[in-house]
């Protein structure tokens, strides 16, 4: 976890990772409400926390006679986020064609290698 101050003085609190809570533990709450934070467990926004996926659910891509299964989850090869959809577990590591997602929208697009 790394901590920083934010342009209006909030503590900004960033997890290890995208499939990492963050938890906060005082009995300060004086300085805790200063600081804009309270008690609490935090969980990272990734696609399985917005229940836009589930762990374990799958997206299957076939291009031509090639299938390629994504796994969603947070193992080591599997995808939580809209960025490691793009990566070598995701789309980026299809074969026969080309794959990406639209980390603005979640748009897909799939094109087959001529």
């Known amino acids: 976890m790394t901590a920083s101050l934010s342009p209006t003085g909030r503590l900004v609190l960033t997890s290890a990772s995208a499939d990492t809570a963050?938890?906060?533990a005082s009995s300060a709450t004086n300085l805790l409400t200063e600081?804009?934070?309270s008690v609490g467990t935090y969980n990272p926004t990734n696609l399985?926390?917005?229940?836009?996926?589930a762990a374990g659910q799958t997206?299957?891509?076939?291009?031509?006679?090639?299938?390629?299964t994504i796994t969603f989850g947070a193992g080591?090869?599997?995808?939580?986020?809209?960025?490691?959809?793009?990566?070598?577990?995701g789309l980026g590591g299809l074969t026969g064609g080309?794959?990406?997602v639209n980390t603005s929208n979640g748009n897909v697009t799939?094109?087959?290698q001529a």
């Open 98 to 100: 080309f794959g990406s």
């Open 76 to 89: 080591g090869s599997q995808v939580s986020t809209l960025a490691e959809l793009n990566g070598i577990n």
């Open 59 to 68: 997206l299957t891509v076939q291009i031509g006679a090639t299938t390629t």
């Open 48 to 53: 399985l926390t917005q229940s836009a996926v």
């Open 22 to 24: 963050i938890t906060i």
């Open 110 to 112: 799939i094109t087959a």
């Open 35 to 37: 600081l804009g934070v």
